[in-house]
């Protein structure tokens, strides 16, 4: 408010002082407008500043964590509020966390509530997404209407990944991806998760896409899309979410925490504007029971399409159809892996602000160097542009034009020792 006040004040000694001096339009008008554009800009920023911090807010420890270069890894919440019944969604989002800080960084789930897109929750707010049955799932899409009418939901992987790329963040993990869905070269119907990997730079650890998606042309898709994927681990096989092997495989594969944070900075450092994904495998002790998830999983999908469900309400509907024909087997499976995703996601978090913090430190070390006249110097300081008006007589006439002078003159620090 303050600022707002302090602008318009400002704004009422331009038009006093424009009104003293009319008789000089040439400069004046320059001015004049130079003035203008500068208090509407201000004005402008004000404005945006607040509007960003009205549908914004990041958690202290994660504003800290970010502030000092420390590791964060961003979470998704709509495996708290569409993906497991409760009590298993808060238990399991809480021991994702607790991972996380395990491996060294700090975790940041994203979520919607009451309109304000959060990066960090408490506690209370973990808890709240958990238990409550009214919730949105919250895509890019989404975003406007959500945030507009003030509602609450959990965030897809889309959501999530524009949400902790604007906060700074550059690890994003999740259970699994969105793709391509079964006869989507006649229904278009593709997942948003895959475009945002086309457009916003952070990496996203999964466990690849689940079996009831086309995963050939969702690995297409991103391919178009420019999407670099690698698997985590000694094969290129890509994951299909509950078994460590879809029979298709990725372009690349990174071995350890290292190499794939090195993959990552390449991609930040080349700005290119698109995402890494990295796939994952689930454990081999719960991808056992691959076959027999796998054959509920068709069995569910089947049946998801004979009733008609489509878009975004098939997954929650498969994954609850699943675990009941499983007798729970894949609920324990889809926790297992949701774990395994948190370790390694956090270790290549850890990889990547260390390689980052290196790099940082050997840019400082100070380096001779060659000072030419052709070297750029940037001066940081202050402009000053001064107009006198001086009039040829000692009393001035209000409301008419004064015969007199005007003298321009430039000083300020910064323009000073620009100028030697």
Not at 107 to 129: C, F, K, M, Q, W
């Amino acid at each position: 408010m303050a600022v707002a006040e302090n602008t318009a004040g400002f704004g009422k000694i331009i038009n006093i002082f424009f009104e003293e001096i009319q008789g000089f339009p040439n400069r004046m008008r320059i001015l004049k407008r130079a003035c203008s554009v500068i208090l509407r800009t201000g004005v402008r920023r004000y404005q945006n500043t607040c509007n960003k911090d009205l549908f914004f807010k990041v958690h202290p420890s994660v504003s800290q964590s970010l502030a000092e270069n420390k590791p964060v890894v961003a979470l998704e919440s709509t495996i708290v509020t569409h993906g497991m019944p409760y009590p298993h969604n808060l238990s399991t989002a809480t021991e994702v966390e607790a991972i996380v800080r395990a491996e060294g960084a700090t975790p940041a789930t994203v979520a919607v509530i009451d309109g304000e897109i959060r990066v960090g929750l408490s506690a209370d707010e973990l808890n709240y997404l958990a238990q409550s049955k009214s919730l949105l799932k919250v895509s890019r899409r989404d975003l406007p209407y959500v945030v507009s009418k003030g509602l609450s939901g959990g965030t897809t992987v889309s959501a999530t990944m524009i949400a902790a790329h604007r906060a700074g963040i550059s690890v994003f993990v999740t259970g699994g991806i969105g793709g391509v869905h079964r006869d989507g070269q006649n229904s278009l119907d593709i997942s948003a998760d895959l475009t945002e990997l086309s457009r916003t730079p952070i990496a996203v650890v999964s466990a690849g896409v689940k079996s009831i998606l086309d995963i050939g042309r969702t690995l297409e898709f991103l391919e178009t899309q420019g999407v670099c994927v690698a698997t985590y681990g000694p094969s290129e096989d890509f994951p299909a979410f509950f078994t460590p092997h879809s029979g298709f495989t990725s372009a690349y594969n990174v071995h350890n925490p290292s190499e794939a944070a090195k993959l990552i900075a390449s991609a930040l450092l080349l700005g290119l504007q698109n995402g890494v994904l990295i796939a994952v495998p689930i454990p081999e002790e719960h991808g056992a029971a691959g076959q027999q998830i796998e054959e509920a999983i068709q069995a569910a999908a089947t049946e998801a399409s004979l009733k008609g469900i489509t878009g975004k309400d098939v997954t929650p509907f498969i994954l609850q159809k699943v675990s009941d024909l499983t007798q729970g087997k894949s609920l324990q499976s889809n926790i297992a892996l949701i774990r395994n995703n948190a370790k390694v996601g956090s270790q290549i978090a850890c990889a990547l602000s260390k390689q980052v913090r290196e790099k940082t430190s050997k840019s400082l070390i100070s380096q001779p160097g060659k000072v030419t006249a052709d070297s750029d110097v940037v001066v940081i300081g202050g402009i000053n542009v001064d107009f006198i008006a001086k009039g040829k007589t000692k009393e001035l006439q209000f409301g008419q034009t004064n015969p007199g002078s005007v003298v321009q003159s430039f000083g300020g620090v910064g323009r000073n020792i620009a100028g030697v």
